[in-house]
């Protein structure tokens, strides 16, 4: 009787070798996949963290140095309804952010914020433009300065104003209200509530991160020497 050993595998070891390295390598996969992904979104997180806080670092600053004196004013539209063409929000501040080392200081400048359509992805972007402006010139001839973006990719922006009851307005005008309220200090808001608001990420309709600040406005009147910027 003749014992012959065969060295090797049959087809089915083979095959189910081959079946459970596959569902192995399909594991691993998806388990660093995993790991990406979540890598990705928390960097895609931290970042937009770091876009908002310094957006609302400039909103704070802008609105703390808001002017109330003769000329000052505080202007702005639903920010739920943008228009390219009109600013969700302007007013005068002390803020005056100078990108030209060589040009003369500015006590005051015009401060407007707009919301920009995107048409690749229907979302928005926030622009700002700084004005220089002295007191003694008319804000209806004050010329537009140049954008620029503070925030993109978002949905929404949403401005609430408290007035001095503790009311909540969407709008805000301080050309409304009887001849007194002009002349007195409640014309301003008592405080700006800000939010940002993201698309979902699944669709752009829908909300994703919502983030809210608010700006506690308590400047005072400021005083300048006769003769500044004529």
Request: charged share 25%; aromatic share 10%; with cysteine.
């Amino acid at each position: 009787m003749i014992v012959r050993n065969f060295i090797g595998f049959t087809r089915i070891e083979v095959l189910i070798a081959i079946s459970i390295i596959a569902i192995s390598l399909s594991i691993v996969y998806g388990l660093y996949s995993s790991i990406v992904s979540v890598a990705q979104n928390v960097e895609d997180r931290i970042s937009l963290n770091d876009t908002v806080q310094v957006a609302f670092t400039r909103f704070n600053r802008d609105l703390s140095g808001l002017y109330r004196g003769e000329l000052g004013y505080l202007t702005s539209r639903d920010s739920t309804d943008p228009s390219e063409d009109e600013p969700i929000l302007e007013f005068i501040s002390s803020a005056h952010l100078s990108f030209n080392p060589d040009a003369a200081p500015s006590p005051l400048s015009v401060i407007r914020y707009y919301l920009e359509p995107n048409d690749e992805d229907d979302t928005y972007y926030l622009l700002r433009s700084d004005t220089p402006v002295a007191v003694v010139i008319d804000k209806e001839d004050v010329r537009e300065a140049r954008k620029f973006r503070v925030c993109e990719g978002l949905l929404e922006v949403r401005l609430q104003y408290l007035d001095q009851e503790g009311d909540e307005l969407s709008e805000w005008n301080t050309k409304d209200g009887s001849e007194e309220e002009q002349e007195q200090d409640s014309r301003f808001p008592r405080l700006v509530a800000i939010e940002f608001v993201f698309p979902s990420g699944i669709t752009v309709e829908e909300e994703g991160a919502v983030y809210s600040t608010a700006v506690l406005l308590r400047p005072g009147v400021l005083e300048f020497a006769e003769g500044i910027g004529g």
